[in-house]
């Protein structure tokens, strides 16, 4: 069983939002306040069936804030808005099988409902006549219907899911709830009152054994101690998980997002159904988000949806299964069409910056760290602004790298500008090498002299007093050209400290810069 789409109508920041969603593995990727977690949110919220998490955290809160301000435009019963959220699937009950959803066609699913309560339009028509009104949350019921019909009941557990978030790390209702969240997915109903009744006497036999001479020594018989017995103390708030005896909430933090996540993927394939990961790369060494994402492939059985900013997670779990909240792009955008050779790429890659292009407006790609390093000085020399205030973005990739970052930049639409050496022959390196690449999306941008075959040789050829002022000194068996090529990082540096403001630009970088910042 699979959820294969998610709609949503009026909720927080979407006024409509659709999804498809793979099999497997969803990675969602996107800016801050682009609305990954709320699209976690949607999915916990319907599967939960649970009336009091939604007025826990509130129908306000909940409600798109553009379409609650609109509404007061009319502010009348009739033109009252409704917040909808809909789960597809690929196959369940058959009381799931019905057109009580926006379609109003046959599909399994699950809807959650918040509309203006019918039998309180009256009192909502009078609430709405007065001054400086309020918009009339309390006056909204809250329903889980199956597409069927009938009613869904959350506690029943006919979905078994988590949502296991690694931003409250710290939190310990956090904790509690997850533990609690596992527990009741590993046992049948039966095997949990048995718990509870045998915890319920271990308390018991406590209190009438090991307390009882400390009550006859300090009581009458009219007070003693005793061990707590109502809801908020009972097995499932005493519950917790240990490593090694070791108590979950006595390790770091890190350890504490790695084990979670671990126990959470190893349950057994009939305890969990869906695996909800908001940002599982939070406090985790290098060596624990390669653990991690090993851990995450090899998971069976369960789909999964993982929130990230980590470009290892979202590239090394294949680019094919993510969803960009790009903020140039709709929701439901994704990299399916990628080649297998580009998605087995960034898999394999050791470091890459894809998510940065992904989550980028405009792009300027460079091969090395030399033209990292001074390319944004050479952006503000052409345009008297730093990248980021014209929404540019400077990535450094390798340039054999330069194909597969433009497929999907292609793709995305991304307007990307791409900067290259040309390494001694530029029809075959550039021109014919990348004929198939080229869009008006992206376009390389390259010295068309032979001579001048690398980044180096242009800049010391433009600005060779400069150069030869700098790094002379002390030379004796090589010349400062060779010097720049030889220790391209450290001379780039050095050019950008001490002669940022005086340097000549390349022609070929200024006509990339012009191309990409014209509308």
């Known amino acids: 069983m699979n959820i294969t789409k998610l709609r949503a109508f009026n909720f927080k920041k979407f006024q409509f939002l659709e999804i498809d969603f793979k099999p497997n593995t969803n990675v969602i990727v996107g800016d801050n306040e682009s609305g990954k977690s709320s699209i976690l949110l949607a999915i916990d ?42 789960l597809y699937f690929d196959n369940a009950d058959a009381e799931y099988w019905g057109r009580n959803n926006s379609y109003v066609k046959d599909f399994f699913g699950i809807s959650l409902i918040c509309s203006p309560i019918e039998e309180s339009s009256k009192d909502i028509s009078e609430v709405l006549k007065e001054k400086n009104s309020n918009f009339p949350f309390e006056y ?20 078994k899911h988590i949502l296991l978030d690694n931003t409250t790390i710290n939190n310990e209702y956090a904790t509690n709830s997850y533990i609690k969240t596992l527990y009741n997915s590993s046992v049948t109903n039966s095997e949990k009152n048995k718990h509870l009744f045998e915890y319920r006497n271990y308390k018991i036999n406590f209190r009438e054994t090991v307390l009882k001479d400390l009550n006859n020594k300090v009581g009458d018989g009219r007070y003693a101690f ?33 084990i979670k996540t671990e126990f959470a993927l190893q349950k057994n394939d009939n ?73 087995k790429f960034f898999i394999k890659a050791p470091d890459n910056n894809v998510l940065e292009l992904i989550l980028s407006k405009k792009v300027i790609l460079v091969e090395g760290d030399a033209e990292y390093i001074l390319t944004e000085k050479f952006f503000e020399i052409i345009t008297g602004k730093k990248p980021y205030q014209l929404n540019v973005h400077i990535i450094s990739v390798g340039g054999t790298s330069f ?46 002299n032979n001579s001048i075959s690398t980044f180096e040789i242009s800049i010391y050829q433009l600005n060779t007093k400069i150069c030869e002022e700098l790094f002379s000194p002390g030379l004796r068996t090589r010349t400062v050209q060779q010097l720049m090529l030889d220790e391209k990082t450290d001379c780039a540096y050095e050019l950008l400290e001490k002669k940022g403001n005086e340097l000549v630009v390349p022609q070929y970088i200024i006509d990339s810069i012009i191309w990409l910042t014209k509308d």
Not at 53 to 63: M, N, P
Not at 276 to 297: A, D, G, K, T, V
């Open 403 to 448: 194909k597969r970052y433009m497929e999907v930049a292609n793709l995305l639409e991304i307007k990307t500008a791409i900067i290259r050496d040309n390494d001694g022959n530029y029809e075959n390196n550039c021109v014919d090498n990348y004929k198939n690449h080229i869009s008006k999306y992206s376009q390389l941008f390259y010295e068309t």
């Open 45 to 86: 919220l319907v599967l939960s069936g649970s009336r009091s998490k939604v007025e826990t955290l509130g129908l306000d809160s909940l409600f798109n804030d553009e379409i609650v301000q609109d509404f007061f435009k009319t502010n009348t019963y009739e033109t009252l808005p409704n917040l909808t959220i809909e």
């Open 140 to 159: 909204y019921s809250i329903q889980f219907i199956k597409f069927g019909g009938t009613p869904y009941l959350g506690f029943r557990r006919e979905f």
């Open 271 to 343: 305890e969990l159904d869906f695996i909800l990961l908001e940002e599982p790369e939070n406090h985790l060494s290098h060596i624990h988000m390669h653990n991690l994402i090993s851990r995450l492939n090899e998971s069976k059985n369960k789909q999964l949806f993982i929130a990230t900013h980590s470009n290892m997670i979202s590239s090394r779990l294949d680019l094919r299964n993510s969803i960009l909240l790009n903020s140039n792009s709709k929701a439901s955008i994704d990299l399916t069409n990628l080649s297998e050779d580009t998605a």
């Open 226 to 258: 005793s061990i707590k017995s109502n809801t908020k103390s009972n097995l499932e708030t005493d519950l917790t998980i240990t490593e090694e005896n070791i108590d979950l909430q006595n390790r770091g933090k890190g350890r504490q997002c790695f």
